[in-house]
């Protein structure tokens, strides 16, 4: 309880605003990215050129490691060894504001 010297009647109470935030340590809103593991789908190598075309997609789901993701991007490339074309897949969770 303040008291007021000056005699001038205090208006009224203002709302105290309060910080708006999340709790420390809420790792499921920051932003996640999950590899699918790169592997020529005929000879097994890991090896691969280049990405030669880049697609990211907004779209919902839920990623292989079982979390959801927001963006599905698909990168084209060939195998480094037999240059069998795959098209590599990385799912990223991007909370929404
Ligand atoms: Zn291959």
Redesign the pocket.
Same mark, same amino acid.
């Given at each position: 309880m303040a008291i007021i010297e000056s005699g001038i009647p205090q208006l009224a109470h203002q709302p105290v605003r309060r910080k708006r935030g999340r709790p420390a340590g809420d790792a499921a809103k920051d932003p996640t990215v999950f590899h699918v593991p790169s592997r $020529?789908?005929? +000879?097994?190598?890991t =090896?691969r050129t280049g990405y030669t075309h880049v697609v990211s997609s907004p779209y919902d789901g839920i990623a292989p490691d079982n979390k959801p993701y927001t963006t599905l991007t698909l990168r084209r490339c060939r $195998?480094?060894? +037999?240059?069998?074309p =795959?098209v590599d897949r990385v799912y990223e969770y991007v909370p929404k504001k």
């Open positions: $020529c789908p005929r +000879c097994q190598s =090896r $195998c480094g060894s +037999c240059n069998f =795959r």
